[in-house]
Structures are given as C-alpha cells and as structure tokens.
C-alpha cells in the first residue's frame, strides 16, 4: 500500500505571499506549475492551537477505527460530542477531513496515513 502524506507547513505571511505571487507570475507566463496540496500555517505558535493533542487524536481515530458517524468518534474518544464536533468543522475548515454523509449521519473521513511538517527557515 502506498502512504499517502499530507503537507503541513509553517511560513511567515511575507514567504506565503511571495509563493503566490511566483505561482501567479509563472501561470501568467505559461509555464508549468507544479500542484502542491497541504496546509500552512504563519507560525509555530499557530500551527500547536490547531493541532492539539485532541485534534491529533481524533484524527488518529478516524485513520484507524473508521467510525461511522460523529456519535461513533466521539464514543471512541470518550469526549463529549458538541467538543469533537467543533473539532471536526475547524479540522475540515484546514482541509485535514472530509465528511461523507451516509444514511442520515455524517462520517468523518482521513484520506492520508501521514503528516509531513515542513518548516521554512
């Protein structure tokens, strides 16, 4: 089986906005660019408020147990459900889970078995 990774990324906003402008530029000029998928994040600071320990969990959850509904995930984290469900929407919001619905209920799904932290110097 082939690990799939998702790219998480700390850059300051002056970096992230000259990413966009070369990315821009190079559009303009017809060439090439190379699709990057991940998140990013302005500092380290930022990057620990989202991906807490909690939100680490769930996420290792969902990989692994594949709950079927949030009720599911929440029982499995033992945590109460209005909590792991404001976890999910921010998680969701940051591209780190997609939700299936299936039969009146919402599934949180992970389509990635890694995370790669990059941090630019």
Do not use: C, W
């Not at 469900?85 to 619905?101: F, M, N, S, T, V």
């Amino acid at each position: 089986m082939k690990v799939k990774k998702i790219k998480i990324g700390i850059k300051n906003v002056k970096t992230a906005l000259n990413d966009f402008v070369r990315t821009g530029e190079a559009i303009e000029q017809g060439k090439k660019v190379k699709k990057e998928a991940g998140v990013y994040f302005t500092s380290l600071e930022t990057f620990r408020k989202a991906l807490t320990p909690k939100r680490l969990e769930l996420l290792h959850i969902i990989k692994t147990r594949k709950p079927s509904s949030i009720n599911e995930l929440a029982r499995f984290a033992k945590r109460d459900i209005k909590n792991v469900a404001d976890d999910l929407k921010y998680l969701g919001q940051i591209g780190l889970i997609e939700r299936e619905e299936t039969d009146r209920k919402t599934k949180p799904v992970v389509y990635y078995d890694r995370i790669a932290l990059e941090i630019a110097v």
